[in-house]
């Protein structure tokens, strides 16, 4: 990196320190390392469990086994006689009853409260030293866990090998275990390799529903999880994963969280030997997001559907204490991702997100979002590179399509000035299908792209619609290639401003950002509104005293003046038509840009050092309307956006000094005119 870059480098990683909210952590756990690799996705076992989890209410088994299928009822009633003999009633003791890797438990259906884990710890328990989480749980360490495992889960499976546990009802809703909101997790695997989970239900706790860390082999085969404060899937530092036909609702973060995948593919490029988990066949849905990722490296995600949730899917490098920041290699294929339009904002700000879990309503539909999360959206990268989505349904968004932005390293606790500008790059968006459904029914999202314009070898498709900016690189014919690409450290000011504001966001404290659009912000209440009248408001008098002091007696400065105003108008009426906006911007920028160009020109004989700067920040303003309607300007490290607002504040500055200097505004000299007459 070159010192010119380095110092912009630091220079944006200051204003950005300077400005950026507090950051909280959605979820923190203890350090834990990556496994080393050496394991395997495990393969379901067929044959006779090694141990039984059942309940003694036989009217109650029936009349859950009525409508089975005959064979299947019978197994089960075959199952059940033999469980009231020598099975367990709490599927926990069946897990400590585990003996040897490679055992299988069955769990007939019935409703699991697990009444013996319910309790509040006691004893030395009860007085475990430990830091506490932001979220104010203890972070335990394995060996805290492990000595007490029901201080946080309701099912605590430490250490153990190979183990399978398999509902044997009809569907996954046969076999519930509920957690009843006393409990952080229903379910949490631990330092547990080569574990698989199959048929079931897991529900209502205050973090995840099921929980599986440090694990190097898994398997989630056709579970179910849903009403929980944070997540309803939760795989965390793990390896040789695969989530299939599973489904998850209700959930204040996400559905699905491979968060901190193993980082088997970093330093690579697009092409990788394999990934670390595989997500297919699953459904996730009314949550705030059906998919998130923080450190999601090297996830393949391929034939889901993801619908009717704040956001589709979102991979992310802003939270700290994650392994394998910053996220990279995800892979996104054939998901069918629509309709992601919910906003369960207002329920933080009624209050009804300020009671107990319990009493909020999570079964009625309820949604406590724990983060900040633009609505509408269908898949959203905030900090990650080589990314690929491909082949997608992306549809019926009313925001957009695809969300990009970048994180500076600071936000995840790195403070070396060479990271800062380390996301987002080489994210690639190729072959989707964009705004019609699985039937080829016109489904058009508000609009298909949002970039905040950092990051280099970023390419989208040709087919890309409404977008921006409305000039995208575009992606070549191999992985790799992109035309019209650009590399920049910062994104463009405007977004920047708008990202910090909407990040001040925090449930526990009810507090939604004002002028952010994601919290419900419409017209000049929203930040970018705001932003836009402001400058347009100090520019007009600025101007308009210069213009009035030195210029309102040249014809030609009057003129270009007039488009320079009108370009001010366009510019604020464009900010406040959001994403929707079109080629607006561009225009507005072009007349403001001519406006600044002929004021230039004629004051250029009078006031020479003022005049000139007049027409190059008239040219930076063209070549910013070039540069977001046209093709992106390479090779620049900062948009043509950054220079113009450092240039327009020192302009402001000497406008106001030439205005107030002693003498009226004079009729131009013969040379001016001739000069600045435009030719019949």
Known sequence: MSWTRRLLVVLVALCAALTAAPVAQAHEERPVKLPDGSGSVPVHRDGPPDLLVCKDDKADFEARIARFPDGLRKKNLDLFARCQDKGFRHLQAAVDAVDRPGMNIAVLPGLYEEEPSLPRPTGACAHLKARKSQLGYQILSYAQQKACPHNQNLVAIIGKKNLQIEGTGQSRLDVVIDAKYAKLNAIRSDGSDGIYFRNFTAQRTTFNSLYVLAGDGFVIDDVLTRWNDEYGFLTFASDHGLYKNCESYGNGDSGIYPGSASNINNGRGYDVPRYSIEITGCRSHHNMVGYSGTAGDSV????????????GASMDSAFPGHP?????????????????????YPYVADGTCAKDPVDRGYEDGVVCPQISMPPGTGIITA?????????????????????????????????AWSKQADTSHHNRYAGNKLGVDKQGRSRPNATDVWWDGQGGGNC?????????????????????????????????????????????????????????????????????VQLALGVAVVLTLVGGVLWWRRLRTHRWATVACAAGLVGLVLDVAGATTGLQSGYLPAVALLLTGAGWVGVGVVLRRERPWFGWVTVALGALTLLDAFDKAVVMVPWIPLGPAWIRGLLGLV???????????????????????????VPA
């Open 383 to 415: 900090g990650g590179n080589w990314n690929r989505y491909e082949n997608n349904w992306v549809y019926g968004q009313k925001r957009a399509a695809f969300f990009l932005s970048a994180v500076p390293a600071f936000i995840r606790g790195e403070s």
């Open 324 to 344: 394998g920041l910053p996220q990279n290699h995800a892979r996104f294929e054939r998901n069918d991702i629509h309709d992601n339009n919910a906003n369960f």
């Open 651 to 677: 302009w402001v500055l000497w406008a106001v000094v030439v205005a107030s200097r002693q003498g009226a505004a004079e009729p131009p000299s013969a040379a001016v005119e001739a000069e600045t007459e």
């Open 460 to 528: 989208w498709q040709d087919s890309a619609g409404a977008s921006t900016p409305r000039a995208l690189p575009t992606c070549g014919a191999h992985r790799g290639d992109v035309s019209g690409g650009s590399d920049r450290l910062a994104g463009e000011p405007t977004k920047l401003a708008a990202l910090l504001v909407c990040a001040d966001y925090n449930v526990q404290a009810r507090r939604l950002p004002a002028g952010c659009d994601w919290y419900g912000s419409t017209g000049i209440a929203r930040i970018e």
């Open 300 to 311: 393949y995600a391929h034939d889901n559907e993801f619908d009717h949730n704040m956001g």
